[in-house]
């Protein structure tokens, strides 16, 4: 079996992991995250910012993400503000522009991480998620690092934590649905791939669109939902497979669907409600924040398979490496 | 001569009534902008959007920039804050999210568009910029609304304006390249091409990936610089087109060019200085906030000129109109 398809299947694992360092972190220390934070991170630690910054501010703070170069060197374009703790994530801790994006504002800094290493030591505080994975592309531990810090943000804001135990179940539920992706790139040889989520589902859709060029060397694409009508869908046709991420489907989400089809396009939805797809994919109903936790997995498959089809191997993409240096 | 190059070669023109449009409104009205703006538009609109939103801050406000639909269905994603103006945009003034967005916040309301409209009614204010269009794809009227209202930023900021005629003869300089970009869209048959643009330019880079899906349904994608080398750089190729949007280069760019040269990709840098490229547009230096308004024309003929050499007739995209609505 590849590395990156057993590191897909240990999301549930990974689940555990991020709930032990999670409370590892706040048994040995009484640091409260505040509520204006700016996040950081580079390619899938970036997507992985955005819904971090989303769920600080959907919880009652302010988040802004934004990529590590940006905050070096373009910063006065961004609504950075005043905050209060700078967070950089990086899985290896070694990125160079994650450690240098450190010094970038003066505030305190905090390090989301898989080992002890650069950024951890440079950081005044560090929650490590151990989730230490053979595959060059991140897969299992985005979700881990996200449900480590999600915690990390209930407990701060005085909230209830989520079930850990509970929310690895979910995984490995979704993870069940392995054999239908591998049945939809068996059958539908796409040629290009768009991926549609709104809020907290929109850096989702973008995690997914990089996986698949990182994995699959294809063409692939993100939008916010309702966005792709505005000239985006120019380049859907026959050969497109339009993946709909979704957490409570509405009308609008029928009469896109629709308007797909109606161009030759599949549609997938992976949701809580079909809206017409040509394939479905059924997730439970669970709180809002923890829906990236259930599509992350399918997403993930979904480009494992299509690299399989196109008679790639995952482990090894192409011009990549596991840790970007200058 | 199709009516899209026409609209692209109408761009000095558009400056100029850009800049009566900004002159009839201050003479007619005594509004100023204030410091914290939400900017809204769907697709090209809010790609300039963004650029507006990156203006107000740059200047010393604070701008934030979201799709119409994001507004309207996952706001509380967003740190929103408590914006003191809500800006709008749409060409035709009439599509529905545009209008409907309007009626989310509950600020005083700002209309940017083309024509007196149901936005422009329905707003407290408005910049009408009237660059009618032929063409479906928003060509020379995103370079015009964004220089109109630049200007109002700086007049409500204190700040010394633009000088219009220089802006204007600018463009037509650029404008120039036509012959240029011609010649590589001619000798250069790629397969896909990546548009990288750092703060400001970062939109302008967003807009043209657009312009190239509109006009020649091609497979184009859109970064911050330097976050294409964590991961999505594994599509780049001997058939890849690269364009490099840049104000200043530095060093980064230049190692950037090469190791996209290394995997066979060429590139093409636009802006002040080269950075070793396969194909170079020298721009004369401006001010910072106006490098959009000289990138934008050069872009724009880029996929004008994609699009004819691969049989397509960019004044009939497909599968698009001129006013989208639901």
């Known amino acids: 079996m590849h590395a990156t398809l057993r590191e897909i299947k240990r999301t549930p694992e990974g689940i555990k992991t991020a709930q032990r360092a999670f409370e590892e972190f706040v048994t040995n220390s009484d640091f409260l995250l505040p509520r204006e934070v700016v996040y950081t991170g580079c390619g899938s630690s970036h997507f992985l910012s955005q819904p971090l910054a989303m769920a600080t501010t959907r919880l009652g703070g302010r988040g802004v993400a934004l990529p590590c170069s940006e905050l070096l060197y373009s910063r006065e374009y961004y609504p950075v503000g ?6 950089s994530i990086s899985r290896s801790g070694e990125t160079t522009e994650a450690v240098k994006a450190l010094e970038s504002l003066d505030v305190p800094k905090f390090a989301l991480t898989a080992y002890e290493s650069t950024l951890s030591r ?4 560090a929650l490590i998620v151990p989730t230490h994975e053979e595959s060059v592309v991140m897969t299992h531990s985005f979700t881990a690092f996200y449900f480590a810090f999600l915690q990390l943000l209930n407990a701060s804001f005085g909230l209830e934590t989520y079930d850990a135990e509970m929310t690895s179940e979910l995984t490995r539920e979704a993870l069940k649905n392995e054999g239908y992706i591998r049945e939809i790139t068996g059958e539908f040889d796409f040629r290009n791939v768009i991926f549609l989520g709104s809020g907290i589902l929109y850096p989702i859709a973008l995690e997914a669109m990089l996986k698949m060029k ?47 089809q109606g161009q030759g396009a599949r549609v997938l939805t992976i949701g809580n409600g079909d809206t017409g797809a040509d394939y479905f994919i059924d997730l439970p109903k669970v709180d809002e924040l923890l829906t990236p936790i259930l599509h992350l997995p399918i997403i993930q498959l979904l480009s494992y398979y299509k690299a399989i089809k196109r008679g790639l191997n995952p482990d090894q993409p192409r ?8």
């Open 319 to 326: 011009f990549l490496s596991k840790v970007v240096k200058w």
């Open 214 to 260: 990182e994995m699959a060397l294809f063409w692939s694409e993100a939008y916010q939902t309702f966005e792709v009508r505005h000239g985006f869908k120019s380049v859907a046709d026959e050969g497109t497979l339009v993946v709909l991420l979704v957490n409570e489907p509405f009308d609008w989400h029928e009469k896109l669907t629709k308007e797909f």
């Open 122 to 125: 440079k950081a005044d505080y």
């Open 82 to 87: 005043k905050p209060e703790l700078l967070v």
